[in-house]
């Protein structure tokens, strides 16, 4: 499967900026790139808008989604409200027939259960430029207020935002009918041993080819 995730705002578009200075743009890169690394370690393809503290049009975030022939994309942001009592995760999509309404309903669930966060539900809109411009099925995180002082504070703790990203990844991954481990222990598997070295570097680049990237020829 082909994911886009798409990280809000960046360089000179911060998004939401929270009271003691927090940008959207930074957290929503911080989570996405862990999201990011927890797909590819479950050997799931993941192509992304930025990297660092970057700026794209939303033009360009579509237009990239759609010529890398993406199955999902994935829009990570903070919300933002004049009112910083404000606190709660809300997932947007374009209409009630998109295919991804139950794994978003899932995210919602989700990430209100592990953040202790209200659940402010599955909103819809047709005038979002992600979701409207895009080919493929695809959804927008809002993962929290980050005009809410407390939600600002925990956005600095990493093991809040560890959380967060656990809670995302392993959503997405169950959609797809994977699981999201995570247990610090590395499992190596040998497919082969061979007395002629290009029979070991033949099966070697097959492995790479089908994704397998920590792949490696050693002696015994």
């Given at each position: 499967?082909k994911w886009y995730?798409?990280?809000?705002?960046?360089?000179?578009?911060?998004?939401?900026?929270?009271?003691?200075?927090l940008?959207?743009?930074d957290?929503?890169l911080?989570?996405?790139?862990?999201?990011k690394?927890?797909?590819?370690?479950?050997?799931?393809?993941?192509?992304?808008?930025?990297?660092?503290?970057?700026?794209?049009?939303?033009?360009?975030?579509?237009?990239?989604a759609?010529?890398?022939?993406?199955?999902?994309?994935?829009?990570?942001?903070?919300n933002?409200?004049?009112?910083?009592?404000?606190?709660?995760?809300?997932?947007?999509?374009?209409?009630?027939?998109?295919?991804?309404?139950?794994?978003?309903?899932?995210?919602?669930?989700?990430?209100s259960?592990?953040?202790?966060?209200?659940?402010?539900g599955?909103?819809?809109?047709?005038?979002?430029?992600?979701?409207?411009?895009?080919?493929?099925?695809?959804?927008?995180?809002?993962?929290?207020?980050?005009?809410?002082?407390?939600?600002?504070?925990s956005?600095?703790?990493?093991?809040?935002?560890?959380?967060?990203?656990?809670?995302?990844?392993?959503?997405?991954?169950?959609?797809?009918?994977?699981?999201?481990?995570?247990?610090?222990?590395?499992?190596?598997?040998?497919?082969?041993s061979?007395?002629?070295?290009?029979?070991?570097?033949?099966?070697?680049?097959?492995?790479i080819?089908?994704?397998?990237?920590?792949?490696?020829?050693?002696?015994?």
């Open positions: 499967m995730l798409d990280f809000g705002h960046g360089g000179k578009d911060p998004g939401a900026v929270g009271p003691t200075n940008k959207e743009s957290t929503a911080k989570i996405g790139m862990i999201v690394e927890n797909l590819e370690n479950a050997l799931e393809k993941v192509i992304t808008t930025r990297e660092n503290d970057k700026y794209y049009s939303l033009d360009y975030r579509t237009k990239k759609n010529s890398e022939n993406s199955d999902y994309f994935i829009s990570i942001h903070l933002s409200a004049t009112n910083t009592s404000a606190k709660g995760c809300e997932i947007w999509l374009y209409d009630e027939n998109s295919i991804l309404k139950n794994l978003a309903n899932n995210l919602c669930n989700n990430l259960d592990k953040m202790n966060t209200p659940n402010r599955v909103k819809y809109s047709k005038k979002l430029s992600v979701l409207k411009n895009t080919k493929m099925p695809s959804l927008l995180i809002e993962v929290d207020f980050i005009s809410n002082k407390e939600v600002e504070k956005l600095r703790n990493d093991i809040y935002l560890k959380n967060i990203t656990y809670t995302i990844s392993s959503t997405l991954l169950s959609f797809v009918n994977k699981d999201f481990v995570d247990d610090k222990v590395f499992y190596r598997v040998c497919i082969g061979f007395n002629n070295k290009d029979n070991a570097v033949n099966l070697k680049n097959e492995a080819s089908k994704g397998f990237k920590d792949t490696y020829i050693y002696t015994t």
